[in-house]
Nanobody
Framework: QVQLVESGGGLVQAGGSLRLSCAAS????????MAWFRQAPGKEREFVAT????????SHADSVKGRFTISRDNAENTVYLQMNNLKPEDTAVYYC??????????????WGQGTQVTISS
């Protein structure tokens, strides 16, 4: 069982930056891919980014490509989401998720509790 705890959300102005963190415990962290999702009010949860267990395979959604960067520190059991040039449409609750496999499959073992990101215009 993997436990995930997100942090780093908050309120920033458009054009600003935030870095989200997701600390994991309970399994060997480097054995599984991690992902970030977000859910805006009244909308379905959407994929943001994923990174493989070793960090060598990364993918970002088109909506955040060039602005957001996923990374991980396996020594610290933490995955990050660096968010730059934030837009009001990035406002959402952001969730991290632990995949069941080394590479992203979309089959998740655990989800974090979420952290709110609000971008003011």
């Amino acid at each position: 069982q993997v436990q995930l705890v997100e942090s780093g959300g908050g309120l920033v102005q458009a054009g600003g930056s935030l870095r989200l963190s997701c600390a994991a415990s309970g399994r060997t962290f480097s054995n599984y891919a991690m992902a970030w999702f977000r859910q805006a009010p009244g909308k379905e949860r959407e994929f943001v980014a994923t990174i493989s267990g070793g960090g060598g395979s990364i993918s970002h959604a088109d909506s955040v490509k060039g602005r957001f960067t996923i990374s991980r520190d396996n020594a610290e059991n933490t995955v990050y989401l660096q968010m730059n040039n934030l837009k009001p449409e990035d406002t959402a609750v952001y969730y991290c998720a632990a995949d069941k496999s080394y590479y992203y499959t979309g089959d998740f073992a655990s989800w974090g509790q979420g952290t709110q990101v609000t971008i003011s215009s």
